[in-house]
């Protein structure tokens, strides 16, 4: 759950933010990119490549905080935009209904998501993006695998603080975990 800080209406100051994670649970959107074919399968999932704040290249799935009076609908939208760019044209529902809830803790254990940072509640989604995807912010790159590929050893490992469970939910729910 990686962010830079912005300066939009309803954002906190970095020491708000901090007295506020210290205080709350904060809401997330956690958002997985899919590619879907002419039937609706899932034939691959983009996973974002991150450099961490301690220097750990791992791999992420779109995610976000979620702004005071801004609707799910619209974090997710503009967090895909914000980390895959403004043309990937992600295809959320007119009702978006989350595929689980994810609680990561401060603690490691609690559940299998983990933030240092603070007690998060998010909602995680599968969205298809039929657009040209070119990351931005601080993503390195992201790549597309197919779901056995993403489901491998190789790549779970390479997911932090939980979102490799995360992703596994992610195809089983679209019945593609092999």
């Known amino acids: 759950?990686?962010?830079?800080?912005?300066?939009?209406?309803g954002w906190l100051s970095p020491e708000e933010l901090r007295q506020a994670r210290a205080r709350l649970p904060i809401l997330y959107i956690d958002a997985v990119p899919v590619r879907v074919d002419e039937a609706g399968v899932v034939t691959h999932i983009g996973l974002l490549l991150r450099i961490g704040p301690d220097g750990a290249v791992s791999r992420a799935l779109v995610s976000g905080r979620v702004l005071l009076h801004e609707r799910v609908r619209d974090a997710l939208m503009r967090h895909l935009e914000k980390d895959l760019g403004p043309t990937a044209l992600p295809r959320i529902p007119a009702s978006p209904q989350p595929f689980t809830i994810a609680e990561y803790f401060p603690d490691e254990g609690v559940t299998p998501h983990h933030d240092p940072r603070q007690h998060a509640v998010s909602l995680a989604y599968v969205v298809p993006v039929a657009g040209d995807c070119r990351p931005r912010q601080d993503a390195l790159?992201?790549?597309?695998?197919?779901?056995?590929?993403?489901?491998?050893?190789m790549v779970q490992q390479e997911m932090t603080g939980g979102q490799g469970v995360l992703l596994k939910q992610a195809l089983a729910h679209v019945g593609c975990l092999p």
């Open 1 to 9: 759950m990686t962010e830079m800080t912005e300066t939009s209406p």
């Open 141 to 153: 790159d992201l790549v597309w695998f197919t779901p056995q590929e993403a489901s491998s050893p």
